[in-house]
């Protein structure tokens, strides 16, 4: 059955929270939150998940966007973690054809700088081993020629060939979506914009939270007999039994005119500076360039790119490709996330921090969970929902490796079968189950685009409202659409439309309009800073 994540599903939702007991209450909405929910509640289990925010608004709509094994980190030989990142991104790929993508990615290969054929031959044979299902195409040793046949932009002073691998790409908040609809139609209770300030207990037994409707200005008590603390960056908020779990590291993203930077696909390079990873991505007409990798003391609700994390980027872009001369007003969008790395008594550098997870569970019974990476999300929401069992003696089997998500095999059938073409079918197929645009493909205007030069359309505004639960222009513009990251404006000029036709769902006044234009252009605004004088 279809859950309703409309918002008068999601007030039901909260009527629900408010007068029942879960087995698990899970606080944070991201995708280890969005896992543990889908594993929970696929297994049998009544659940409840709330987010403070809107779903995907903290690390995990703020990735690289890359599904993959983490190739880099065996050269410092941890085999394990590769093992299990590589796995989970088949894994992916098989149930999530719609929503993760293969990329061939070239690693070139230089003189005196980077790693050398050897090492890089033999590390590409490693990766491609620990592949079980072996559901990409092999690596390849590549001459110079052949590099440069592929991506004629790269330097090629000093190129001694290179290596060819597949990993995957995917939206990441679009995946963080899908994952909680899947959560929601095995049974899944949620609510976004709705946040736990407090744990509730009973002779020092965590039983619940104290939750604080943001859009309803409501206080409810949300009970559970586990509650799970999924809240990334900000799991000491709420976890009282320890303070300094984390070392949150910033990483910053920018996306670039695909044809001022050159690539003609995914590129892995290292840093001018520091020698550090990075990836070059398509994406669509842009390209994506990340990331950079330092630690982090400031405000976590507020992270956004400055100019020096901006310019490391532009320089490196710059060296690999040198027609490219990338400069700060070229960058369309930048974006800055946290990672919620575990603190270790190693002082090494951040790029040296390991990217396992780790599961707390303390005296008083919360379970927090923090660590891992967007690809590994459904193997550490397994492990946690396995010790949920245990605690209430239900061992139900893990059903998430084999069940499908996202959009159908069938949906290119099913969007041609509603009247769309191509490119509108073809880019609807990547995002959207037909099931969800149909009820709202007669609505005035909705087969029409959105804006110009982007493929967006104005169907699935309505769909980000009425499927899957957006509750304010930024979640639309940011989230659900990604208007924010791909138009030359950040979407500015679209805003008052899109506000406009929310409000017919929202129910919002003019004055209301006006309010969520006016923090929209301020959110572009903050993202914007680091142009300096040179800024909109």
């Known amino acids: 059955m279809r859950a309703d994540l409309s918002p008068r599903g999601r007030a039901a939702n909260l009527e629900r929270m408010a007068r029942e007991t879960f087995d698990a209450v899970i606080v944070g909405g991201g995708i280890v939150g969005a896992g543990i929910a ?11 998940l709330l987010e403070r925010c809107d779903f995907a608004s903290g690390t995990s709509g703020k990735t690289s966007r890359m599904v993959h094994g983490g190739l880099r980190y065996l050269r410092d030989l941890r085999v394990g973690l590769v093992r299990t990142a590589v796995r989970e991104r088949d894994i992916l790929l098989r149930q999530a054809p719609g929503l993760v993508r293969p990329v061939a990615f070239t690693i070139p290969s230089y003189d005196g700088r980077g790693e050398q054929p050897l090492v890089l031959r033999l590390g590409l044979w490693l990766y491609d081993v620990l592949s079980r299902d072996k559901a990409l195409p092999r690596r390849r040793w590549l001459a110079p020629a052949q590099v440069t046949d592929r991506e004629p932009g790269l330097q090629a ?38 946040e736990a300030v407090q744990l509730l207990r009973e002779a020092g037994q965590v039983v619940g939270v104290r939750a604080i409707d943001r859009p309803g200005n409501r206080t409810l008590d949300v009970r559970g007999t586990v509650v799970v603390n999924a809240t990334g960056v900000w799991l000491d908020r709420l976890r009282d039994a320890a303070r300094g779990t984390l070392r949150p590291t910033k990483g ?3 996306l670039l005119p695909r044809d001022r930077v050159g690539n003609q696909g995914a590129v892995v390079l290292r840093a001018k500076r520091d020698g550090r990873v990075l990836f070059v991505l398509p994406w669509r007409h ?4 990340g990331t950079t990798d330092t630690d982090y003391a400031g405000d976590p609700d507020d992270v956004v790119p400055d100019a020096e994390d901006v310019m490391y980027l532009l320089e490196s872009v710059n ?35 390991s990217r396992a997870h780790a599961i707390f569970e303390d005296p008083d019974r919360l379970i927090s969970v923090a660590g891992g990476k967007l690809t590994t999300q459904r193997a550490m929401a397994e492990e946690v929902v396995d010790r949920v069992a245990a605690r209430l003696s239900r061992h139900a089997p893990s059903k998430t490796r084999g069940l499908p998500l ?4 069938d949906a290119q059938e099913a969007f041609r079968a509603l009247g769309f073409a191509d490119p509108d079918e073809a880019h609807l197929c990547a995002r959207h189950d037909p099931e969800a645009i149909r009820p709202w493909i007669d609505e005035p205007g909705s087969r029409d685009r959105i804006a110009q030069g982007a493929p967006h359309l104005w169907v699935e505004a309505i769909v980000a409202v009425e499927e899957e639960m957006a509750l304010d222009l930024a979640d639309v513009m940011v989230r659900r659409l ?5 138009l030359p404006d950040q979407g500015i000029a679209v805003a ?36 300096g004088s040179h800024g909109t």
């Open 157 to 194: 002073a000093g190129l001694r060939g290179g290596g060819l691998y597949h990993d995957a790409v995917t939206d990441d908040a679009r995946l963080v979506v899908h994952v909680l609809r899947a959560a929601a139609d095995a049974g899944a209770v949620l609510a976004n914009h709705a």
């Open 38 to 48: 889908r594993e929970a509640a696929t297994r049998g289990l009544d659940v409840a």
């Open 319 to 353: 060296e690999a490709f040198p027609e490219a001369r990338a400069i700060r007003e070229d960058v369309v969008s930048a974006y800055a996330g946290l990672r919620p790395l575990i603190r270790t008594p190693s002082r090494g550098s951040e790029s040296d921090l």
């Open 482 to 486: 990604g208007l924010f990251y791909e």
């Open 252 to 254: 910053v993203h920018v």
């Open 286 to 289: 842009l390209t994506l360039v």
């Open 496 to 531: 008052p439309a899109v506000a406009a036709r929310l409000a017919r769902h929202l129910g919002w006044s003019p004055a209301r309009v006006r309010e969520e234009v006016q923090a929209y252009g301020d959110l572009v605004d903050r993202h914007r800073r680091f142009r």
């Open 406 to 409: 996202g959009p159908p095999p």
